[in-house]
């Protein structure tokens, strides 16, 4: 008698918790309407229409979050919009869901490289010819990026600006009025 209240709340908890496991999904399930946006997505990229790339993709990814290939995606309209930051962020999202993700890897370092993290691409290469064992496609672009080297912009940005004017011509931040 003085352990059924403990009883009763222990099975209840037990049943709660059981219950919500079977609702679950499996994590190779990805939403079919999620899936459809992702389609949208890159056929928009495709054509060129950054935008609406963009916005089938972040629907998408609010419809399951867990769809790798639309954050991989939503890097690539990144990258076409000039913004390595985002699109390594992105990267970033897809391989925190599959951390041997040889195409986001790929793509991630060659954002990498847009940014001017060039030693950051190489080991990233290093992982990705790690992983594929053998000549693969993702290596061969990502090593051609590094090639190629950062944009001059990037690079421009990566140098210190450490000149100090002459005295009597420093531009004043706060201006008087």
Same mark, same amino acid.
């Given at each position: 008698?003085?352990?059924? @209240?403990?009883?009763? &709340? /222990?099975?209840?908890?037990?049943? %709660?918790?059981?219950?919500?496991? =079977?609702? *679950?999904? !499996?994590? +190779?399930?990805?939403? @079919?309407?999620?899936? &459809? /946006?992702?389609?949208?997505?890159? %056929?928009?990229?495709?054509?060129? =229409?950054? *935008?609406? !790339?963009? +916005?089938?993709?972040?629907?998408?990814?609010?419809?399951?979050?867990?769809?790798?290939? %639309?954050?991989?995606?939503?890097?690539?309209?990144?990258? !076409?919009?000039?913004?390595?930051?985002?699109?390594?962020?992105?990267?970033?999202?897809?391989?925190?869901?599959?951390?041997?993700?040889?195409?986001?890897?790929?793509a991630q370092g060659e954002a990498m490289?847009?940014?001017?993290?060039?030693?950051?691409?190489?080991a990233n290469l290093a992982r990705v010819?790690?992983?594929?064992?053998?000549?693969?496609?993702?290596?061969?672009?990502?090593?051609?990026?590094?090639?190629?080297?950062?944009?001059?912009?990037?690079?421009?940005?990566?140098?210190?600006?450490?000149?100090v004017p002459p005295k009597g011509e420093?531009?004043?931040?706060?201006?008087?009025?």
């Amino acid at each position: 008698m003085r352990f059924s @209240p403990v009883a009763i &709340a /222990l099975s209840l908890t037990l049943a %709660a918790v059981s219950s919500g496991v =079977n609702g *679950q999904k !499996a994590d +190779d399930q990805i939403n @079919p309407k999620s899936l &459809a /946006l992702l389609t949208e997505g890159q %056929a928009a990229l495709k054509a060129g =229409n950054l *935008q609406g !790339a963009n +916005d089938a993709l972040e629907t998408a990814l609010a419809i399951d979050p867990r769809n790798r290939a %639309a954050f991989v995606a939503l890097g690539r309209v990144a990258q !076409a919009q000039q913004l390595p930051g985002k699109a390594i962020r992105m990267y970033f999202e897809a391989l925190a869901l599959e951390p041997n993700d040889v195409a986001a890897l790929s793509a991630q370092g060659e954002a990498m490289v847009q940014k001017g993290a060039v030693e950051r691409a190489r080991a990233n290469l290093a992982r990705v010819k790690a992983l594929c064992k053998s000549e693969c496609a993702p290596a061969t672009e990502l090593a051609a990026a590094i090639a190629k080297g950062p944009p001059p912009a990037a690079v421009a940005a990566a140098q210190p600006n450490d000149k100090v004017p002459p005295k009597g011509e420093e531009k004043s931040v706060v201006s008087d009025k």
